[in-house]
């Protein structure tokens, strides 16, 4: 393995010039004016992995952007790991707050600034690279390789669910690697092993045909703003806990040695309230801040609004009221059934004479959860071992990640969600960047992935 | 006081064509576009109450529309009373649901129709032709008579309160006779001797810098939505008590006496609830509705703001939320002092950790309380006992006139609140109408009130 690594640090700087030539692309998929930059860029990008080896890569049409895939079989009977990154970026505005230009990548006091240098063109390149050194290495790959790079990630994937139920059988895979989740921290290396699920509601309340005035009629009839905070104030006790009848019933304890894995992992709450601009801590009795971020369920109120809202007073009682209210789910809490549970509490909670309204708004996403112990797991930490010097954690994200609950969903397979850059590394925001020493990692840790993959997989099963 | 009477029937074909061409006068006083209708009308008003007696009556200019002002002197050691009123309108709009021209007054089903008809040139007039039949049939008046008719009410009486104090000598008097309320029905004339107060606040909650992601954050920040709802749930409790500390210190419960009369007022539930479009009717516990609705003090939000109000889905956990608080006062509260309150009680809500911001917005409003027992009113009951055969009832108002206070306040004497229109009329509305036996009622009234007020003032004082 010294050999793999030897040769990327010979490499490096070669590897390191492509890269600031795959960040020339304006490949900014939100933006129209753009298209042809980003058909350009997966026209590259298939180019260049013909060029290292995969000689079947090529740019296929989707409704939206195209998607750049390629495939590698070293031998049909042997085990297959797909690949997927995107090659979109996020708009580079504002330009003004730029050091340098965002498409004119610069390397600066060991950083590689660029609109996408992390998020995720250099990520990918992480594993282009790493598949090139094997290849140019060994003349082969351990394992069959599939390669997904996609052009709409930025702008929520609405083409790649298509792709992977109308490609299922070409898709067939044993795991999915994907790097575009930062680390958990500055030297301390993260396997991301589980996302929370969303369900994401609309309830209205309604106490009348019109709002009334409240001179007139205030004290004596129906207010929708309080039937509504009733309501809210019923949803989540003072230990925060959600009240929705049922809401728990699929939600895992986390075991006392994960707990305790999880108390060994650095976290300071001065910095945590620093990194989030808050004065306080809040959220559900008897969990650590990070366990309430990821292995914990939660319902939060995104937005409200009823009666008036413009300058001045207007005296009324309004006959109306929303609210947006979304459910992060952990474990095998399923959107739907949580969706009808809440629903039911709802036709509990509303008196006769109010009248309410629950929607569901955008697309439900499950929890998903991957096993420490898969062999694609185990192939990342050692991987991730070596090069650092330390195992990885295992962390969680309190986020979804729609597409990786796709991947889970239709393939059925363990995902590997290793990232390699860093929280502080800018992503969506002006001077964005990719450390080239997490550059250099990135190839390797990619690198001793996809050999330590190839050799567990082809291990026969006990 | 039979001759009055006979001569307002004898008169009444003419006073009724003389309304119809004060209804002509556009004077919408919120579009400037209508200015110099607003001023012609006020120089027509001027004009004919030279033309009847009132031999002073001038137009007075303000910073915005003019005052028209008159006064009769009998006799410098008699009781004076000041009659209020309006000459402005309140725009058409939508011209396409009037039946007829909104100012071509119509005469159709007994109804005078046009802009105007009821508020509040019809019962302007009722005032203008009663102390014209007087002047004619008597030669005099029975006690002095100052008339200030403004032409800005429908934009809220900006330069009425200057005025006043500006011109508090020339306006002292002994009892103020205002007629821009309805009747409480068709057949229940009453009198509106107390008026709520009002507070208006503006409520912002802040739990941090900034909208967090409430995937990556949810569950472990705070969530001003749902600090708002915790205090909004604190400030009123479920027998429809606010919690406010002091909030009910200076408020008289009504009387069994009060009480009783409340009773016998004619009420329906099922009428109301269609009246205001609601299937419920709520409150404080222990309290009718009409005594919730003009006696018993409340707080109800107006409008509620925070987070995302956009459409879809976004998910944030929002770092400031807001609501408009509104408060109606009764009895002898006092809106800065409940304002300090409501303050001292949120500090106390509020935890460590997140900030809270309370404005007071618009001015305050003091409830304003007329007793029964004024010689004035007395005037007035006797006046409708005669026309109507029956007594009026007394009755509260939920709402606040801030113009009544501003009278009470500088003036410090009784106001009489005396409508002749009915809740129908369509006030504000197209189809705005005044029955022509409400008209002529109205004067009748106002004849009388004049008439009885001179002589129960001019009695020496027990």
């Known amino acids: 393995m010294n ?58 049409d989707t409704k939206g952007h195209p998607i750049c895939y390629a495939s590698y079989e070293v031998n049909p009977t042997y085990p297959t790991v797909l690949f997927y990154g995107h090659y979109d970026v996020q708009p580079p505005e504002p330009l003004e707050l730029w050091e340098s230009p965002p498409f004119e990548p610069t390397i600066k006091d060991g950083q590689i600034v660029a609109r996408g240098a992390s998020d995720d063109k250099g990520q990918v390149f992480c594993h282009i690279k790493a598949l090139e050194t094997i290849l140019k290495e060994t003349g082969t790959l351990p394992l069959n390789v599939k390669i997904l790079i996609e052009g709409e990630e930025e702008v929520g994937s609405p083409s790649l669910e298509t792709f992977l139920i109308e490609n299922e059988e070409q898709l067939k895979c044993d795991a999915v690697v994907i790097s575009d989740t930062p680390m958990y921290a500055k030297d301390v290396p993260s396997i991301c092993t589980s996302l929370r699920g969303m369900l994401y509601t609309e309830l209205t309340i309604k106490t009348g045909k019109t709002d009334l005035h409240s001179g007139q009629h205030g004290g004596a009839v129906p207010n929708a703003i309080h039937h509504l905070m009733g309501i809210i104030s019923s949803l989540k006790n003072n230990d925060g806990r959600v ?38 801590i809040e959220g559900e009795l008897g969990y650590s801040v990070l366990e309430r971020r990821w292995y914990r369920p939660t319902l939060e109120c995104n937005g409200i609004w009823g009666g008036y809202i413009g300058d001045g007073a207007k005296t009324v009682t309004p006959c109306k009221a929303s609210v947006k209210i979304s459910m992060r789910l952990v474990s095998e809490q399923d959107p739907n059934k949580i969706f009808q549970q809440l629903k039911k509490y709802l036709e509990e909670l509303v008196p006769e004479g109010v009248e309410f309204n629950l929607d569901q708004i955008s697309g439900v996403g499950y929890p998903v959860n991957v096993n420490n112990n898969e062999k694609a797991i185990e192939a990342a930490v050692d991987a991730i071992h070596t090069v650092h010097g330390k195992k990885p954690i295992f962390q969680g994200e309190g986020g979804s990640i729609p597409i990786v609950h796709d991947f889970k969903h239709l393939l059925n397979v363990p995902i590997v969600l290793m990232g390699f850059n860093l929280i502080e590394d800018k992503i969506h925001a002006p001077n964005e960047q990719f450390g080239v020493e997490n550059y250099r990692n990135g190839i390797k840790i990619a690198a001793l992935f996809y050999k330590n993959l190839g050799d567990k997989l082809r291990r026969p099963k006990k």
Chains 1, 2 share one sequence.
Request: hydrophobic fraction near 30%.
């Open 3 to 60: 050999k793999l690594i030897e040769a990327i640090d010979l490499n490096f700087d070669k590897y390191l010039s492509e890269l600031v030539e795959f960040l020339r692309y304006k490949s900014i998929s939100t933006n129209p004016t753009y298209s042809k930059d980003v058909k350009a860029c997966a026209s590259y990008l298939a180019k260049h992995l013909r060029s290292i080896g995969f000689k079947n890569a090529e740019v296929l």
């Open 243 to 280: 009240m929705v009848p049922g809401f728990y019933d699929d939600v895992k304890e986390r075991t006392p040695n994960e707990k305790e894995e999880l108390n060994r992992i650095p976290f300071y709450d001065k910095n945590y309230l620093r990194e989030t601009g808050c004065d306080r």
